[in-house]
């Protein structure tokens, strides 16, 4: 059983390593790619998800002089709500003029590079045009943030950490001080809670406070969760909130494993989220921080899946969503 489920883990993979090279140069391979990939063998309605569908077909000329029947516009129709529709509608490539070739390359190594990949390495190598790339890779993070309303909270054991993200602030004729590191500088703090052996939830805070970090906590770990933090003062009494208790690592006194009790397994995350911001990106305002936080979330989540699967899981991941700039008249 264990042999069966190995072999359908590698023909999973290989299938789709095959299917990328084509999928990412020819337009019609990239459709049928993304169509499979959505609907499977079971084509359906995005708009009443009736199985009862059909591709349209246009007349075209062969070379021969033979009339053949090809769909030119990758158009569906419905039988029963009879709307027309592509493998477009109901997913972040929704109204964009983007050829989906593109689509499916900047998917792919957003899918398998561990630390991301930047807007102007896919405008070099889609020759288009940055604010495209731009465009792109901002609706495959959103594709790639956590459903909040259906992910559920962490548990077992579970570390909580903060961090600074940002480099030094520039400084005008008039700072005599020098940049600070770490609390109470004006970089951007993020918070992040990793189940061992789970997933990841981070974001972007305010602020470092007790009231802050402690409600961060409450909203993204279960109440029978065990929790681990260091020392810092704003995590005291954790252990009155959670039936599994609160150990503390003291960090301030170069302490940094006892027992069970540590947070290595979140500051790894932290480690390759800034070797990512710094080696990859170099800069990212606070403004749109969370988005890249999305990116190394749903890495860190499919760590385990091999990079077939990874794609797979961010194009599904990518049904139902929308990035609208700008919000519509009431």
């Known amino acids: 059983m264990e042999k069966e489920t190995k072999d359908r883990h590698n023909l999973s993979k290989s299938e789709v390593v095959k299917d990328i090279p084509l999928a990412c ?3 019609l391979a990239a459709v049928e790619f993304l169509e499979f990939q ?3 063998n079971t084509p359906c309605c995005v708009k009443c998800g009736s199985v009862n569908v059909y591709k349209m077909m246009d007349a075209a000329t062969s070379k021969v002089g033979q009339t053949v029947q090809r769909n030119k516009r990758f158009l569906w129709r419905c039988h029963d709500c009879k709307e027309q529709y592509t493998v477009r509608i ?3 490539c929704e109204e964009s ?3 989906l070739r593109h689509w499916c390359y900047a998917l792919w190594r957003s899918a398998t590079s561990k630390k991301g990949v930047a807007a102007l390495e896919i405008m070099r190598q889609c020759q288009i045009t940055y604010k495209s790339a731009l465009f792109l890779m901002n609706r495959i993070r959103f594709a790639m943030a956590p459903d909040q309303a259906v992910a559920p909270k962490l548990s077992g054991i579970v570390e909580a950490d903060e ?3 940002g480099g030094r602030p520039r400084h005008t004729w008039r700072d005599s001080e020098k940049a600070k590191s770490g609390r109470g500088t004006s970089k951007t703090p993020v918070f992040a809670a990793v189940e061992r052996g789970g997933e990841i939830r981070s974001r972007v805070i305010t602020d470092v406070t007790a009231k802050t970090l402690k409600g961060a906590i409450r909203e993204v770990v279960d109440p029978n969760a065990r929790i681990m933090t260091d020392d810092y003062k704003a995590y005291q009494g954790s252990r009155h909130e959670f039936l599994g208790g609160h150990g503390r690592i003291r960090h301030s006194r170069k302490q940094y494993v006892c027992g069970d009790v540590h947070t290595n397994t979140v500051e790894s995350s932290f480690a390759l989220m800034k070797r990512g911001i710094h080696g990859i990106y170099h800069a990212v305002s606070r403004k749109y921080l969370h988005r890249y936080l999305w990116q190394f979330d749903f890495i860190w989540n499919h760590r385990y899946d091999n990079d077939g699967e990874r794609m ?3 194009i599904k991941a990518g049904e139902g969503k929308r990035l609208m700039y700008k919000q519509p008249a009431a």
Do not use: C, H, K, N
């Open 97 to 99: 003029r983007l050829p």
């Open 25 to 27: 140069s020819d337009e």
């Open 312 to 314: 797979i899981a961010a």
């Open 90 to 92: 109901g997913t972040v």
């Open 38 to 40: 959505r609907w499977g």
């Open 163 to 165: 961090t600074y993200i």
